[in-house]
Every structure is written in structure tokens, then in C-alpha cells.
């Protein structure tokens, strides 16, 4: 007697995809066949459909405590479900106070469990002034720690020189722990950013032009410097640019512990989309010219991108307005597309297997991060799900969108594969077009290294 048995999907994992049933207890996956025989609570017919695992976004901002009108954990974790997302990393920064000790983190904690529909895990945060309280965040289970190379754009999450990453990266290597960065160099970024202000060029383009590939590139290279000599394990997120996966596959190459991700809006939209559609996908590191997307695509396929994250990071609409485009908030809502996009852009369009995203969305985050029984169709693992059609073809709409802000740069776009039915630990979360209304998400707490 199982408490649910899925019949005659198509299961999604690393190594392809095949015809099976699942039977799930207790939210974990029990038995995987062909053809399982047996009774159940409840059966749902999957035929035709593709069912992979939830997918796992590690870099998400949802702004609580402090901040919840930005988006909440709330809106934010619907709006993952309905994407067929079941577990999402929150990053420390845009709460208010910031995840910085043992404190902030477990006010955060408080506010995830009252309201998340998924699972969780937190990032703690590496500033100047917190070494010291890295070991309680270590403590509290913080996935590992979030620094910015250049200005975070939040007044209380200072940037870090090399001095800091470097001492912060020791205590984390001590502790087992990861570090995540910003790479951008902020020397350069600021000085750029103060001459075209200074001349009155605050357009797109001007924004553009003061955030080059050229800042991405150094502080990537002086990120992987301090790791190797560390022996910290470093992360690189939203990289933006060929030539910044290239550098991480070279240290790769010589055993430097690191890892990169980069993001549906990298590989989606280029600089020319945000010339036209202004604010809605302004975003740091920027968007790229054609020609670094398509390189993107490139080492995607070759399998130098290791995770891919929305970097889902809204605002309140009012924030999306200024004379100046320097004073826009930078952060594009994302995550309720992110493997929507993969499916159309990389799977239908570019013929990319869906062994590989799957394995970007979901086996290789929770490896990386160290989140045991997720992302895998496994015996044993959460019965964390996600049911698509992949034929189906949607408009994006702003009515569909689960966000506190129904602000997106994707809306209007055509997508190809609809999430249909998402399912956390053998729950359904989210089912056509609606969501559970009770907070349903636990906190993970990663193994140590």
C-alpha cells in the first residue's frame, strides 16, 4: 500500500529518460518500474508527460524578513512551484537586517518555514565586518557564504576587497563551508559608472558600457587566485560572458575547487532586449552582446557550466523608474520561467538533451551544495517532481505570473513545455495554474564537505 503511485511517465534523470511508474511513501520515492502493481491512496495518470526532478534554485533573493513587499517567501516559493521548482537557496542579502550571524539567520529561518510552499536552504553572508560570525552561520546550517566583488547595491552588505575574501575564505575552508561571489571588479565598475554620471550619459547603454566584460574577467580571475591558495571550495554565480566559464574550466582543469553558474536571462536575452525593454531586464553583470551568448550556449553544451539559477531578484515597481538608468534597481524576476526557458531555448530550439538540463537544474545543484535525497530519481530520494507536457505550447502572460510584482522581461513569450503538476516530497504543491495555499517547505542543511 503506497500513499501514491504516478503511472506511465517519462522519467527525466542524468543518464536519459524511459518509461516507468513511481510509487512514493512517507514523501520519498519507494519503488521505480516499469510497470508496479500494488494499491495506493491516490494514482495519478502521467501519460505523455515528462516527469523530472524539482528542480533546485540555488540563487534566489526573496527579500524577508524586513523587506517582504520586494517579494516574500510567500509569493516567491509559489511562483518557484509553478516553474517546477521544490527547493530554492535564498541569498542573505536584501533582507533586513541581512543574514549575516546567528541571529538574522534564524529570523529568516522563522520567516521561511511560516510561509515557504518549498523546501530551502540558506545562504549566509561574507562582508567585512562578519569573519568572526562565520562559524555560527556555519553553525545555524548556512549552505555557505554570499560575498560581493563589487557594490551590492544594499547599503548593509559591504562589498569585500581581497583581503577579506582571502580571510573569509580561509575560515570557510576550515569550516568546510563554500563561498559564493559576485565577481565584478568594483574599482572599475565605480569609476566608469561616476565619469558617465558625471558627463549626464545615464542611458542603457551607458550602464552597459560601465559594466565590461573586462571587470567580470578580473575579479573572476582574482576569485579563483585566492581560492586555489585557500583551498576553498568558491562558487562563481550568474557568470555572464565565454570568456568567465573559460577561466573557471582552466582552474577546473587543475584541480582548483570551483564551480559556476549562469542564468536563463544570460542565455535568453541580450543587451539589444534591454536597450528595448529598459528596466524590466536591467541586471548586474549585465545582459551581453549575441556573440558571448552564443559562447554561453557553447560551454553549456561541453559541460563547463556547472549549475544553472535564476537570480530571481525583484522590486517593488516603483524601483523600476528613474531619469537616470544607474538608479534602476538591477534584478530581473525569473524564477517561475527558469526551466520553462531551458525546455524551449536549449531542448526544442538548440536540441540540447534533457539529461543535460536536468542535470544543471537539479543533480548537480543538490551535489554541489550538499543537499542529501534531493535531485535525483532515485530510490530513496524526496519524491520532489515536476510533471510537464512537453509539447504544450503557452504565452507567457501577466495574469499567470505568482510573483508579489507581476513584473517579468519575459512576458509575451512563447514556451514550449508546460509545467502541469508540481509535487514536494509527494505533495502537490502546484497543479493547473494553482497552488497549495499552506506552507509546505523545511529547511535543508547541507553535509559537510
Same mark, same amino acid.
Given at each position: 500500500m503506497y500513499d501514491l503511485l504516478i503511472h506511465d511517465g517519462i522519467l527525466v534523470t542524468s543518464n536519459g529518460?524511459?518509461?516507468?511508474?513511481?510509487?512514493? +511513501?512517507?514523501g520519498k520515492l519507494v519503488a521505480i518500474s516499469p510497470q508496479l502493481t500494488g494499491s495506493a491512496?491516490?494514482?495519478?495518470?502521467?501519460t505523455g508527460l515528462h516527469i523530472f526532478p524539482g528542480v533546485i534554485d540555488a540563487h534566489v533573493h526573496f527579500n524577508e524578513p524586513g523587506r517582504t513587499n520586494w517579494e516574500g517567501f510567500a509569493t516567491g516559493s509559489r511562483a518557484l512551484a509553478a516553474g517546477g521548482t521544490t527547493t530554492f537557496c535564498d541569498m542573505p542579502l536584501n533582507a533586513s537586517p541581512p543574514t549575516l550571524d546567528a541571529a538574522s539567520f534564524a529570523l529568516k529561518r522563522e520567516a521561511s518555514?511560516?510561509? @515557504? !510552499? &518549498?523546501?530551502?536552504? !540558506?545562504?549566509?553572508? #561574507? &562582508?567585512? +565586518?562578519?569573519i568572526e560570525q562565520l562559524d555560527e552561520l556555519a553553525e545555524c546550517g548556512a549552505i555557505g557564504f554570499k560575498a560581493f566583488m563589487s557594490n551590492s547595491g544594499i547599503d548593509d552588505f559591504d562589498a569585500v576587497d581581497d583581503d577579506t575574501l582571502q580571510r573569509g575564505m580561509e575560515r570557510a575552508a576550515r569550516l568546510g563551508k563554500l563561498v559564493a561571489v559576485h565577481a565584478e571588479d568594483d574599482h572599475l565598475t565605480t569609476k566608469l559608472a561616476r565619469e558617465a554620471i558625471k558627463k549626464g550619459q545615464t542611458s542603457v547603454r551607458d550602464y552597459l558600457q560601465a559594466r565590461p566584460v573586462s571587470a567580470e574577467l578580473d575579479a573572476i580571475q582574482r576569485a579563483i587566485g585566492i581560492a586555489?591558495?585557500?583551498?576553498? @571550495? #568558491?562558487?562563481? &554565480?550568474?557568470? @555572464?560572458?565565454g570568456a568567465g566559464i573559460s577561466l573557471v574550466a582552466e582552474a577546473r582543469a587543475r584541480n582548483v575547487d570551483v564551480s559556476c553558474e549562469t542564468c536563463p536571462h544570460y542565455l535568453v536575452l541580450t543587451e539589444e532586449d534591454m536597450e528595448r525593454m529598459g528596466a524590466v531586464a536591467k541586471c548586474s553583470p549585465p545582459l551581453r552582446i549575441k556573440a558571448e551568448q552564443e559562447m554561453l550556449w557553447e560551454h553549456l553544451r561541453m559541460g563547463h557550466i556547472q549549475?544553472?539559477?535564476s537570480d530571481h531578484s525583484? +522590486?517593488?515597481t516603483t524601483m523600476k523608474i528613474a531619469q537616470s538608468f544607474f538608479q534602476v534597481w538591477g534584478g530581473i524576476s525569473g524564477c517561475q520561467s527558469l526551466l520553462s526557458l531551458l525546455l524551449t531555448k536549449g531542448?526544442? =530550439?538548440?536540441? !540540447?538533451?534533457? +539529461? %543535460?538540463?536536468? /542535470? %544543471?537544474?537539479? =543533480?548537480?545543484v543538490a551535489r554541489r551544495f550538499q543537499l542529501?535525497?534531493?535531485?535525483? $530519481?532515485?530510490?530513496?530520494?524526496?519524491?520532489? $517532481?515536476? %510533471? &510537464?507536457? !512537453?509539447?504544450?505550447? /503557452?504565452? %507567457?502572460? /501577466? =495574469?499567470d505570473l505568482h510573483y508579489r510584482h507581476q513584473q517579468s522581461p519575459y512576458i509575451g513569450m512563447s514556451m514550449r513545455g508546460q509545467i502541469t503538476q508540481t509535487l514536494l516530497r509527494g505533495r502537490t504543491v502546484y497543479k493547473q495554474g494553482q497552488c497549495s495555499t499552506q506552507a509546505h517547505g523545511q529547511l535543508l542543511t547541507p553535509q559537510r564537505r
Amino acid at each position: 500500500m503506497y500513499d501514491l503511485l504516478i503511472h506511465d511517465g517519462i522519467l527525466v534523470t542524468s543518464n536519459g529518460a524511459k518509461y516507468a511508474d513511481l510509487a512514493i +511513501s512517507d514523501g520519498k520515492l519507494v519503488a521505480i518500474s516499469p510497470q508496479l502493481t500494488g494499491s495506493a491512496s491516490e494514482e495519478i495518470d502521467a501519460t505523455g508527460l515528462h516527469i523530472f526532478p524539482g528542480v533546485i534554485d540555488a540563487h534566489v533573493h526573496f527579500n524577508e524578513p524586513g523587506r517582504t513587499n520586494w517579494e516574500g517567501f510567500a509569493t516567491g516559493s509559489r511562483a518557484l512551484a509553478a516553474g517546477g521548482t521544490t527547493t530554492f537557496c535564498d541569498m542573505p542579502l536584501n533582507a533586513s537586517p541581512p543574514t549575516l550571524d546567528a541571529a538574522s539567520f534564524a529570523l529568516k529561518r522563522e520567516a521561511s518555514e511560516a510561509a @515557504s !510552499l &518549498v523546501d530551502f536552504a !540558506l545562504w549566509g553572508g #561574507l &562582508v567585512p +565586518s562578519n569573519i568572526e560570525q562565520l562559524d555560527e552561520l556555519a553553525e545555524c546550517g548556512a549552505i555557505g557564504f554570499k560575498a560581493f566583488m563589487s557594490n551590492s547595491g544594499i547599503d548593509d552588505f559591504d562589498a569585500v576587497d581581497d583581503d577579506t575574501l582571502q580571510r573569509g575564505m580561509e575560515r570557510a575552508a576550515r569550516l568546510g563551508k563554500l563561498v559564493a561571489v559576485h565577481a565584478e571588479d568594483d574599482h572599475l565598475t565605480t569609476k566608469l559608472a561616476r565619469e558617465a554620471i558625471k558627463k549626464g550619459q545615464t542611458s542603457v547603454r551607458d550602464y552597459l558600457q560601465a559594466r565590461p566584460v573586462s571587470a567580470e574577467l578580473d575579479a573572476i580571475q582574482r576569485a579563483i587566485g585566492i581560492a586555489e591558495a585557500t583551498g576553498c @571550495s #568558491l562558487h562563481i &554565480v550568474h557568470i @555572464s560572458c565565454g570568456a568567465g566559464i573559460s577561466l573557471v574550466a582552466e582552474a577546473r582543469a587543475r584541480n582548483v575547487d570551483v564551480s559556476c553558474e549562469t542564468c536563463p536571462h544570460y542565455l535568453v536575452l541580450t543587451e539589444e532586449d534591454m536597450e528595448r525593454m529598459g528596466a524590466v531586464a536591467k541586471c548586474s553583470p549585465p545582459l551581453r552582446i549575441k556573440a558571448e551568448q552564443e559562447m554561453l550556449w557553447e560551454h553549456l553544451r561541453m559541460g563547463h557550466i556547472q549549475t544553472i539559477g535564476s537570480d530571481h531578484s525583484p +522590486s517593488p515597481t516603483t524601483m523600476k523608474i528613474a531619469q537616470s538608468f544607474f538608479q534602476v534597481w538591477g534584478g530581473i524576476s525569473g524564477c517561475q520561467s527558469l526551466l520553462s526557458l531551458l525546455l524551449t531555448k536549449g531542448h526544442h =530550439e538548440r536540441n !540540447l538533451p534533457l +539529461s %543535460l538540463l536536468t /542535470t %544543471l537544474t537539479a =543533480e548537480a545543484v543538490a551535489r554541489r551544495f550538499q543537499l542529501p535525497g534531493k535531485g535525483k $530519481l532515485v530510490i530513496g530520494a524526496d519524491a520532489d $517532481l515536476a %510533471l &510537464v507536457d !512537453l509539447q504544450a505550447q /503557452t504565452i %507567457l502572460h /501577466t =495574469e499567470d505570473l505568482h510573483y508579489r510584482h507581476q513584473q517579468s522581461p519575459y512576458i509575451g513569450m512563447s514556451m514550449r513545455g508546460q509545467i502541469t503538476q508540481t509535487l514536494l516530497r509527494g505533495r502537490t504543491v502546484y497543479k493547473q495554474g494553482q497552488c497549495s495555499t499552506q506552507a509546505h517547505g523545511q529547511l535543508l542543511t547541507p553535509q559537510r564537505r
